[in-house]
């Protein structure tokens, strides 16, 4: 479904170019949940925000549906967003608009007429637990509540991906399992392909099938979530794994 | 009481409220859209926006500070010939709507490049990544979101106008700034002077306190 192809990022900077990513191969199948992790610093957000399109790659290819993302028109590349629901670390809602519009809002710039998004927007807003939130505006929720509003967006044109990149390190460990059996509970009901992106390993074992760690930028190790926790044979990941580095 | 409205009706206190009013509202108009105009151009074209481009976004960056950089009444001056031209006049309201505009709009600019650079660039990102097209991004997130900042910028600008059209009166433009002179400067009636100082207080007052209280009524933050 999603496939990165050789890719580096680097950022030139005064003295030293920051080299983010170097040359990362990962494949993403449909209809598993996909973790990456590192610590702070691997390259993790870097890699969403290209697997994602929001950047373009130095050198090396994404894949999507086996279309280079970047090679695509402006039009396809829309399109191509739509496909593909982002969740941020920090919500990114808007303030100006209540819970309901936040919601609707991908639908409106897809042009979905207003029976779809009122029937659609409902029914997210009782997927995530806040229908009785609706008229309020991202002010007066909580950050469990505005990140399951800003998860609801992410499904609102009926992506076939989710890429979530830290949505539980800003939450308290409550919020977190809660956001957590959400996202379990999506992915059960509506067979999504999942990439979630954290430097939590708890947070990789509750919920992935399948595992990328990175370190300063490369893909380290790889595997099922079972046997890379059970004969971790990077060093970096035995680290990862033993809790050592948090963020 | 009646013979504060007499003497304020003696010196036309009314009629020069109504003129300065009018001069202020009509160039806060147009300066705020041009200003406004200019400064999403800005934004657009600027450094990692959505459509860089260097040599837009430091024209419009020149003409904001250059227009920042002369005084308003010598800007006054100058423009007596283009204001002619413009309006037939350089004297009374209609002479003056001319260079308080052109005169603050660079200050719009600015004020609407401070209310923008509040909006997260995380958020434009967020935004992008739904497919939106850069007009959407202007519209729903740039002027939206940051529409209560706007809004006391429109109070503030207006403010300024007073000002500045305090100042034109010394060159013919009428309202209350040339009732100043005229009864301040010229006939040395402090009684008057002072009613026409508070007529201006009590307005920057009103117009504060609005657009305040608009700006707070519409702020979902």
Redesign the interface.
């Known amino acids: 479904m999603i496939r990165a192809i050789n890719l580096t990022k680097t950022y030139p900077q005064t003295s030293n170019a920051l080299h983010a990513l170097k040359n990362v191969n990962l494949e993403i199948k449909k209809g598993l949940i996909y973790g990456i992790i590192g610590a702070s610093g691997a390259g993790k957000s870097t890699l969403l ?1 290209l697997l ?3 950047e373009e790659p130095t050198t090396g290819e994404v894949l999507f549906n086996n279309k280079n993302i970047n090679l695509l028109s402006r039009q396809e ?6 496909r ?1 629901g ?1 969740v ?1 670390q ?1 919500y ?1 809602l ?5 819970v309901f519009e936040n919601i609707a ?2 639908m409106r ?2 042009q979905y007429d207003n029976v779809t998004i009122n029937q659609k927007v409902t029914d997210l807003l009782d997927l995530v637990g806040l229908k009785d939130k609706a008229l309020e ?3 007066k929720l909580s950050g469990g509540q505005q990140q399951r509003v800003a998860i609801a967006r992410a499904l609102a ?1 009926y992506p076939d991906a989710l890429l979530l990149d830290e949505i539980t390190s800003a939450l308290d460990p409550f919020t977190t399992k809660a956001v957590l059996d959400l996202i379990k509970g999506i992915y059960h009901k509506q067979e999504l392909t999942i990439i979630l992106i954290t430097h939590d390993i708890e947070v990789i074992k509750y919920l992935c099938d399948y595992v990328y760690v990175l370190h300063d930028g490369e893909v380290i190790e790889n595997g099922p979530i079972k046997a890379i926790i059970n004969q971790p044979n990077h060093p970096i990941t035995k680290r990862l794994l033993g809790g050592i580095n948090h963020g | 009481m009646d013979n504060v409205l007499n003497t304020f009706k003696n010196i036309g206190i009314f009629s020069a409220l109504y003129e300065t009013l009018l001069m202020i509202i009509i160039s806060t108009l147009i300066s705020f859209i041009v200003g406004l105009l200019i400064c999403l151009v800005s934004i657009l074209t600027a450094k990692d926006s959505l459509k860089p481009n260097k040599l837009v976004y430091h024209l419009t960056s020149f003409i904001i500070n250059l227009g920042r950089s002369i005084p308003f009444i010598i800007l006054l001056v100058v423009l007596i010939p283009f204001t002619r031209f413009i309006v037939g006049t350089s004297i009374g309201v209609r002479g003056m709507i001319v260079p308080l505009t052109l005169g603050s709009i660079p200050f719009v600019a600015r004020v609407c490049e401070d209310a923008f650079l509040e909006v ?1 660039k ?2 434009i ?9 850069n007009t ?1 991004i202007l519209y ?2 740039y002027i ?2 940051s ?1 209560p900042s706007l809004i006391r910028g429109i109070g503030l600008t207006m403010i300024m106008l007073v000002g500045y059209s305090a100042m034109s009166g010394a060159v013919g433009g009428g309202g209350l700034g040339g009732l100043a002179i005229t009864y301040g400067y010229y006939k040395f009636d402090s009684t008057s002077m002072v009613m026409i100082v508070i007529m201006i207080v009590l307005m920057v007052q009103v117009i504060q306190k609005t657009f305040d209280l608009v700006s707070k009524k ?1 702020d ?2």
């Open positions: 925000r994602g399109g929001l590349k829309r399109l191509m967003h739509q593909k982002i941020f920090k990114y808007l303030n100006q608009k209540n809002f991908p710039i897809s505006y991202p002010s044109t | 997260d995380g958020l990102g967020a935004i992008k990544a739904m497919g939106a097209k959407t729903e997130v939206k979101e529409l519409i979902k933050r």
